[in-house]
């Protein structure tokens, strides 16, 4: 069965019903009103569409319809967009005219129309001749003409649709997701180039298609990497789905592989004294780094972004871009305010670490910033202490947490240890803060021994 959306987009021959005549047979109770065309004032962010009323046979009130959206919002520039809803406009009064009727089943109106519009068209001598749809210029004669040819379709190509979808995340997401958006998005499409050149159009998308290729991720990479690619395309298709560019998702119902996470092991209270007191001498800058992740239970890309201007020493408090938030306020313990060098002293606008010197600029993606001081700390600590891939820079808030946890637990009942934890460790939900401590083994239970007697 066709349905109104898909059926406005093929081209069809008789197209010289126009709204003045609608509205001359229409005189008397009228079952449906003139379609017509919302532009949302010309802004371009905004949804555009075809809209009408039908009459409710139950009630014999007309009631508003499904907005028609079609590829039109897929357009950037207005006059594209326009052309295209002025031919869905234009179809939709020519099948009003010819009976449909949104409470009945058209199929059969669907079919005939269909029919008429795969037959072959008549010679050129022969073709009655037709006025233009928006005969303005000679250039948008041939603009109407390009967009008129591309609804035949009604499928963006791959590529196009892929990058429609970017736009649309560009401004909602990172740009470090973005860029990650963007990768997983390319390796999909190259791979169908080479394995799939038939596929052309964004429409031959299925499932089947987007889980041959995660089989190939995964028997070239991991399951990790599976899940990666299978959500960053998921959330692009998702999109699309949203703005019309295609029917439903494809990867909705692709089930992502159990993994392995990586374990980060908390250090013992002897290998971290021995460490911060070798970075005293050795990198004051790494060891002033660490000290944010230990005592400030900061990520460490959420210390890469800090800048001087972020940080309040005469009220003790900082703030940052989190994992979870646009901007998140936390409490700055006295033993790092100590560890601080005198602020006043560096442009508000400079970042805090830096590879040579405190406050100072520094120009990169945060991703190379946090590799960065990763590669360092691996040099410098890892190296010399012979610490093996379970212990990173990670493993330092993992540590002070347990810390904090099991000071805590002495005087308080676990509940209410969690809630105290909660608000200092940045956890958004409790759910989340004890699925952490149990990954981390932070509650670690009192000698038992005399128990077992």
């Known amino acids: 069965m066709f349905y109104l959306n898909e059926f406005l987009t093929f081209d069809f021959k008789s197209e010289h019903v126009f709204a003045h005549d609608l509205e001359h047979d229409l005189s008397k109770r009228p079952?449906?009103?003139?379609?017509?065309?919302?532009?949302?004032?010309?802004?371009?962010?905004?949804?555009?569409?075809?809209?009408?009323?039908?009459r409710n046979p139950e009630t014999g009130k007309l009631e508003r319809m499904k907005n028609i959206y079609g590829i039109a919002n897929t357009y950037k520039k207005k006059e594209d967009r326009l052309?295209?809803?002025?031919?869905?406009?234009?179809?939709?009064?020519?099948?009003?005219?010819?009976?449909?009727?949104?409470?009945?089943?058209?199929?059969?109106?669907?079919?005939?129309?269909?029919?008429?519009?795969?037959?072959?068209?008549?010679?050129?001598?022969?073709?009655?001749?037709?006025a233009p749809l928006n005969p303005q210029?000679?250039?948008?004669?041939?603009?109407?003409?390009?967009?008129?040819?591309?609804?035949?379709?009604?499928?963006?190509?791959?590529?196009?649709?892929?990058?429609?979808?970017?736009?649309?995340?560009?401004?909602?997401?990172?740009?470090?997701?973005?860029?990650?958006y963007r990768f997983h998005a390319n390796r999909f499409i190259d791979w169908l180039k080479e394995s799939n050149p038939d596929i052309k159009t964004i429409d031959q998308v299925d499932k089947g298609l987007i889980q041959t290729f995660l089989s190939h991720v995964l028997s070239n990479t991991s399951a990790r990497s599976y899940n990666n690619h299978r959500t960053n395309l998921g959330a692009l298709m998702q999109t699309m789905e949203d703005n019309d560019i295609i029917t439903s998702n494809p990867v909705k119902n692709i089930k992502a592989l159990k993994t392995k996470p990586e374990r980060h092991k908390t250090y013992s209270k002897t290998t971290q004294t021995e460490i911060f007191d070798y970075l005293k001498k050795e990198d004051p800058i790494l060891l002033l780094y660490i000290q944010f992740v230990a005592y400030?239970?900061?990520?460490?890309?959420?210390?890469?972004?800090?800048?001087?201007?972020?940080?309040?020493?005469?009220?003790?408090?900082?703030?940052?871009?989190?994992?979870?938030?646009?901007?998140?306020?936390?409490?700055?313990?006295?033993?790092?305010?100590?560890?601080?060098?005198?602020?006043?002293?560096?442009?508000?606008?400079?970042?805090?670490?830096?590879?040579?010197?405190?406050?100072?600029?520094?120009?990169?993606?945060?991703?190379?910033?946090?590799?960065y001081f990763s590669k360092r700390f691996k040099k410098v600590v890892k190296e010399?202490?012979?610490?093996?891939?379970?212990?990173?820079?990670?493993?330092?808030?993992?540590?002070?947490?347990?810390?904090?946890?099991?000071?805590?637990?002495?005087?308080?009942?676990?509940?209410?240890?969690?809630?105290?934890?909660?608000?200092?460790?940045?956890?958004?939900?409790?759910?989340?803060?004890?699925?952490?401590?149990?990954?981390?083994?932070?509650?670690?239970?009192?000698?038992?021994?005399?128990?077992?007697?």
């Not at 972004?305 to 936390?330: H, M, P, W, Y």
């Open 83 to 130: 052309s295209v809803l002025t031919v869905y406009r234009k179809r939709l009064i020519i099948l009003l005219k010819k009976g449909y009727n949104p409470f009945e089943n058209n199929e059969a109106l669907f079919e005939k129309e269909k029919t008429q519009a795969t037959k072959p068209k008549q010679a050129k001598s022969e073709a009655t001749p037709k």
């Open 296 to 371: 400030g239970f900061l990520r460490p890309i959420e210390v890469c972004r800090i800048k001087i201007k972020d940080i309040n020493v005469e009220e003790g408090l900082i703030q940052f871009k989190s994992k979870t938030n646009a901007l998140e306020t936390k409490r700055i313990p006295d033993m790092l305010l100590q560890e601080l060098p005198d602020l006043g002293a560096f442009d508000p606008n400079s970042y805090l670490f830096t590879p040579d010197r405190f406050g100072d600029f520094w120009e990169t993606e945060e991703n190379n910033k946090r590799n």
């Open 137 to 180: 210029s000679a250039k948008d004669k041939v603009k109407v003409k390009r967009v008129v040819e591309e609804t035949k379709s009604n499928s963006p190509t791959v590529q196009k649709a892929f990058d429609l979808s970017l736009d649309f995340k560009k401004n909602v997401i990172s740009e470090r997701t973005h860029k990650d």
């Open 384 to 453: 010399d202490f012979n610490l093996d891939k379970n212990y990173g820079l990670y493993s330092f808030r993992h540590t002070f947490i347990t810390k904090l946890y099991q000071s805590l637990i002495t005087d308080y009942p676990p509940n209410e240890v969690k809630s105290r934890i909660m608000h200092i460790t940045g956890h958004s939900t409790m759910d989340a803060l004890e699925k952490y401590l149990r990954t981390i083994d932070a509650a670690i239970p009192d000698y038992y021994s005399h128990l077992l007697k």
């Open 31 to 54: 079952q449906f009103s003139t379609p017509k065309i919302y532009t949302a004032n010309g802004n371009l962010n905004k949804r555009w569409y075809v809209y009408f009323s039908f």
